[in-house]
């Protein structure tokens, strides 16, 4: 099954922050004694933080487009 380019990167991020969130919340928990909340927690705190960055790194890229492009125009 072939999947758009802004699916392939939405499901590659939400595992990179699954990934980052569980290692993180695995470790509070077993290593600090923290509750379970935590882990669940870490898990959403991660995941909003690599989609975050990703859409700052996207909207990045956007602006110097425009920018180049305004460039070649003379405006």
């Not at 695995?26 to 933080?49: P, R």
């Amino acid at each position: 099954m072939a999947y758009s380019v802004t699916l392939q990167k939405i499901l590659i991020f939400l595992g990179i922050g699954v990934t980052t969130g569980a290692i993180i919340g695995f470790s509070a928990v077993y290593w600090f004694d923290q509750g379970g909340i935590v882990f669940v927690l870490s898990m959403f705190l991660s995941i909003l933080t690599v989609f975050a960055a990703a859409m700052y790194a996207e909207l990045y890229h956007i602006r110097e487009a425009v920018n180049k492009q305004n460039k070649r125009n003379g405006l």
